[in-house]
């Protein structure tokens, strides 16, 4: 066993034994697949696809593709200046840059859900909520990403900016932003996909949009419209994506 | 002009000075070159001469004002006068060599107008005009980071004559050059200094460039000043001096005597 020292095995062992453990606390069957059949008769419940309702679930993914956005745009406004003061290099002041390191993981550690749940029951049902919550957790994701990359950037033009005589916080901002640019592009992007998923969990809990309604039609065992809703769905963050990607291929 | 009175650099965390007790001074129309072996101090020294790096001791005079002491505005108008290139020409990638240019004006006009790139036509003519005096006309609507090192260069050089300046620095403008540009940058550089009566201050590595371009020479040493006069004064004695250490003379004479 010349690849393998005595520490791989035990890690070996200690893995096999996790995955055990796992599998008996999440109740891993595959015994269950036995009865194959009712998955069968329940997808096939699916179809033929009900193509009545197209008009209204359109309506409700337009609004999970506009609750996505505003909250994830908004993020991203908010989280743009912040990452300049939570970033190392770029902070005014050391207590600061810690206080908004900080600050941001906070936010991060709370799940959307839970804020969704939070602002559902105190602002009521509906999808404003929904966007707020997105926002909010975008803040922390965006903020932290962002602020890496500004640590990250090339520090010579920053250098030549102050050299030149412009303001300190000008200098940076204005030598820093077009380096991270196309990055923070691609991770917007990819943040405003996740909140398409997002918002259906939302919609779930009363924030509206397809999420709500795929829901409902769950409930209602109204299988021939869930099948539109998830296709749906799919094309959405589909259509998300190959945006992003073109916008990226465009800014880079 | 400038005049450096007993100044000392110190990085933190180091015990070593970069710079100790330097006393220098210098005049309008001067074009220096500072040489010294890699950490002799000669980025620390220039980095000083507008300020960017701060002195530990002792103080740097730009035109009399103690560059220590003058406030964040102050400072900003001496660098705005302090034209300065560098040895990775330190332009604004994704922008274009005209939009990197205007950046030189960003010290003499508010930062709404700068963010909001809202230059008046008499600017933008003499950002074109530097532009032209650079030899860079045809060029001017280029993306940065697709020129040549030697273009780059000159989009530094320009910038910093965009913001006509009585002072200009180069820490190493010509180190990533090849031989033939770093002496096409220098006759730039001279024909510059000679036509707006500037007083020049540029770091090499390469003695013969500064013994035909410099009409004052210094060498550093471990954060001293080991000569400092014309150049047709640096003789080989001094270029030993100044690259060679004690060491390794040592190691060479043992050699010698077998
Ligand atoms: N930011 C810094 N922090 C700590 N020490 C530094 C820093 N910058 C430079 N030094 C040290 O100060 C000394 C002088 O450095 P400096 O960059 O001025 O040398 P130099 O002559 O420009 O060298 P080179 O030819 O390699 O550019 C060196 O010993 C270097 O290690
Ligand atoms: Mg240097």
Redesign the interface.
């Known amino acids: 066993m010349a690849w393998f020292k005595k520490r791989s095995l035990l890690t070996f062992t200690v893995l096999i034994l996790l995955v055990y453990a796992s599998m008996r606390l999440t109740e891993f069957d595959l015994s269950k697949f036995k009865d194959f059949r009712n998955m069968i008769d329940f997808l096939s419940g699916w179809f033929p696809v009900d193509w009545s309702l197209l008009p209204d679930m359109l309506r409700d993914s337009l609004d999970t593709l506009a609750m996505a956005f505003l909250g994830s745009f908004l993020g991203l406004l908010i989280a743009l200046p912040i990452s300049f003061i939570a970033a190392r290099n770029t902070s005014p002041y050391r207590s600061l840059f810690h206080f908004m390191r900080v600050a941001l993981s906070f936010i991060r550690s709370i799940p959307e859900i839970v804020f969704g749940l939070v602002l559902l029951t105190a602002l009521g049902l509906g999808p404003f909520p929904a966007v707020l919550a997105i926002m909010f957790h975008n803040i922390g994701v965006l903020g932290k990403l962002i602020s890496e990359l500004i640590e990250a950037a090339?520090e010579?033009?920053q250098?030549?900016?102050?050299?030149?005589?412009?303001?300190n916080w000008?200098?940076f901002?204005?030598?820093v932003l077009?380096?991270i640019?196309p990055n923070v592009l691609s991770h917007y992007f990819y943040r405003f996909e996740v909140a398409i998923r997002t918002s259906l969990i939302l919609g779930f809990i009363g924030g509206g949009g397809i999420g709500q309604r795929l829901f409902n039609d769950f409930k209602t065992f109204n299988y021939s419209s869930v099948s539109l809703d998830v296709l749906l769905i799919m094309l959405m963050v589909i259509a998300v994506d190959f945006y992003g990607s073109y916008v990226r291929s465009k800014v880079i | 002009m400038l005049k450096a009175e007993n100044l000392s650099v110190i990085y933190p965390g180091s015990d070593k000075p970069a710079l100790s007790n330097v006393d220098l001074s210098f005049e309008q129309g001067e074009f220096v070159c500072v040489l010294g072996q890699s950490g002799a101090g000669k980025s620390t020294l220039i980095r000083c001469m507008?300020g960017?790096q701060k002195a530990t001791e002792g103080e740097m005079f730009w035109d009399g004002s103690p560059l220590s002491k003058i406030d964040?505005k102050q400072l900003?108008?001496?660098?705005?006068e302090?034209g300065?290139i560098?040895q990775?020409?330190?332009?604004?990638?994704?922008?274009s060599v005209f939009q990197n240019v205007l950046?030189?004006l960003?010290?003499?006009r508010n930062?709404f107008r700068?963010?909001f790139g809202l230059f008046s036509d008499e600017e933008k003519e003499m950002a074109r005009q530097v532009i032209g005096n650079v030899g860079l006309e045809n060029e001017i609507g280029r993306r940065v980071e697709n020129l040549s090192g030697g273009q780059k260069q000159r989009v530094?050089i320009a910038?910093a004559l965009l913001?006509q300046p009585k002072v200009f620095l180069g820490d190493e403008p010509v180190a990533s050059l090849d031989p033939g540009t770093a002496a096409h940058i220098f006759n730039l550089l001279q024909e510059i200094h000679f036509s707006h009566n500037l007083l020049t201050i540029i770091n090499v590595h390469d003695v013969n460039l500064a013994k035909h371009y410099a009409t004052r020479v210094l060498a550093l040493k471990e954060g001293k000043v080991i000569f400092d006069g014309k150049p047709e004064e640096f003789t080989d004695e001094y270029y030993h001096l100044t690259y060679n250490s004690a060491q390794k003379k040592q190691q060479f004479s043992v050699v010698s005597k077998r």
């Open positions: 090339d010579g033009p250098e030549a900016m102050k050299a030149v005589g412009a303001k000008f200098a901002l204005f030598s077009p380096q640019w | 507008n960017l964040d900003r108008t001496v660098r705005k302090t300065m560098f990775h020409f330190n332009l604004v990638p994704r922008l950046t030189g960003f010290g003499s930062n700068n963010a530094g910038r913001q």
